[in-house]
């Protein structure tokens, strides 16, 4: 599952930026069929980045057809000119402000960031690519995750954008390319499918990235003389066609991170590389620069906090149980209410530019609830934390959290009442639970929304995308 998310990309395009130098050359419009690309795959799958002496491990030779093979680039020869002399160039277009560039930091990137010259309108192409991949499709598992980083591959300044994603037949990671050329993003290859071939990526010490197609010749077993392969440079945002490098060739340039790293993110430790929905956050914020709202700047705040916990990592005590998005104090910017596992439950919110955190209960022992609750007086909408049996005692303590900090905490132990600590009437107490009326279940702090992580993800993607 994942997002498919209204677009107003279209918009961010005539957003003014500030600060650095454009440059010349080829196509300056817009990228509107990028959705289609980023769902379209290859017929071709291999063994991610693995290394040329090992062997593939092909599917059924007999599986049917996958899905139709996008349109891509396959040598210099048919790029636009101007993006063959010389290497890949820059359209012309907007040059990205400081807010843009700092935003763009969440994204991995394979080279040297600090050359960096991509402009607004190939930044808005890619965001709205990644905003629609979909990280689940036919090639990719459920609940797993896809990562994304930006690569400059030919050492310009212009970046291709980069996902790796399981797919059958690979492992468990698989790259897919593209570029933005001609004022369009396009599929350069792609490495996985399911069928009886595929490729990999590979970094030589020269600093060039070969995608290296393989081929079952004889699709009968797994030995080396039934497998061809191919050698592409991706260049110029497409593949040249080269021969087979020497031994000496091989090793890799030493940057950090490797090519080898991002395209096995899970491997080597996912924090190396972005994910798919952080990286596309990061490039929707910087697509807006200094132009954000203030609503956009607590969606992208908000999921930097959802980003820095491991949502499928079911044995961590971070693991979230549930994350809702709801407003509040009415006044247009949501909050985000979280119950992680064996931990507290917790009420972001906006103040003073930057995102607060407040306690709203621990997920300890006991019966233990949320709900979204109205205090009849005033109107204003909080959350109530209600903790039930335990021990000998019956009854229990319910606390009503608001946004503008106000607390009410009540309790009924043993036929023992209190309001905010101090001793009080049956008739006192009922009058405050009458007061703060129940709305709906948040959460009972016992099992997880099968979409707990990835439903606020695409809400708060889609305030960004605006």
């Known amino acids: 599952m994942k997002k498919l998310l209204p677009l107003l990309l279209a918009a961010m395009l005539v957003l003014t930026a500030c600060g650095g130098n454009n440059t010349s050359g080829g196509d300056t ?18 063994a991610g980045s693995q290394s040329q002496e090992d062997q593939p491990q092909p599917e059924d030779p007999d599986a049917g057809d996958q899905s139709k093979e996008p349109e891509k680039a396959t040598s210099a020869e048919e790029l636009p000119e101007e993006t063959v002399s010389g290497g890949q160039t820059q359209p012309a277009g907007q040059a990205l ?40 499709d036919i090639f990719h598992e459920e609940g797993r995750l ?13 970046p291709y954008l980069v996902f790796v994603h399981p797919a059958p037949g ?30 990999y990526l590979k970094e030589l010490k020269d600093g060039r990235v070969l995608y290296v197609e393989w081929e079952m010749i004889e ?12 050698y592409s440079q991706i260049s110029n945002g497409g593949l040249v066609p080269v021969d087979e490098p020497g031994e000496e060739d091989y090793g890799g340039t030493g940057a950090s991170p490797s090519l080898y790293e991002l395209c096995n993110p899970g491997w080597d430790g996912s924090e190396i590389c972005s994910s798919t ?3 596309t956050a990061a490039l929707l914020l910087a697509v807006k620069g200094n132009a954000a709202s203030d609503r956009e700047q607590v969606a992208a705040a908000m999921l930097q906090r959802l980003f820095a916990t491991a949502p499928y990592d079911s044995d961590s005590d971070e693991t979230f149980l549930q994350i809702r998005l709801v407003d509040l104090d009415q006044d247009g910017v949501e909050e985000m209410f ?29 019966s233990l609830s949320w709900y979204l609750c109205r205090d ?12 039930l049996g335990g021990g000998d005692f019956s009854g229990g303590s319910r606390t009503y959290y608001y946004a503008d900090d106000r607390t009410v905490e009540i309790s009924d132990i043993n036929e023992n009442y209190t309001v905010d600590g101090a001793a009080a009437t049956k008739a006192r107490y009922d009058a405050v639970v009458a007061r703060h009326q129940r709305q709906e279940l948040l959460s009972d702090g016992l099992f997880p929304d099968h979409d707990v992580m990835q439903e606020p993800v695409d809400q708060l993607l889609a305030i960004l995308a605006q």
């Open 170 to 199: 690979v492992g468990d990671y698989a790259p897919e390319v593209y570029s933005y050329v001609d004022g369009r993003v396009q599929i350069v290859c792609s490495c996985a499918d399911g069928s009886a071939s595929g490729g």
């Open 146 to 158: 896809s990562y994304a980083f930006l690569a400059d591959f030919d050492g310009n300044g212009n």
């Open 29 to 46: 419009s817009s990228a509107d069929d990028t959705a289609s690309a980023g769902q379209s795959h290859q017929e071709e799958t291999g």
């Open 97 to 136: 402000s400081a807010q843009s560039l700092s935003a763009l930091e969440k994204v991995t990137y394979y080279g040297d960031r600090s050359r960096c010259a991509m402009t607004r309108e190939q930044l808005a192409a890619y965001a709205q690519l990644a905003l629609t991949y979909d990280e689940n």
């Open 376 to 387: 009849a007086e005033t109107g204003e909408l909080g959350i109530e934390y209600e903790s």
């Open 338 to 366: 979280t119950l992680s596992n064996m931990g507290p439950a917790m009420l972001y919110s906006w103040q003073n530019g930057a995102l607060q955190e407040k306690f709203v209960g621990a997920n300890a022992g006991g």
């Open 277 to 279: 929905d952080e990286a």
């Open 219 to 230: 699709p009968t077993g797994y030995y080396e003389n039934n497998v061809a392969y191919h």
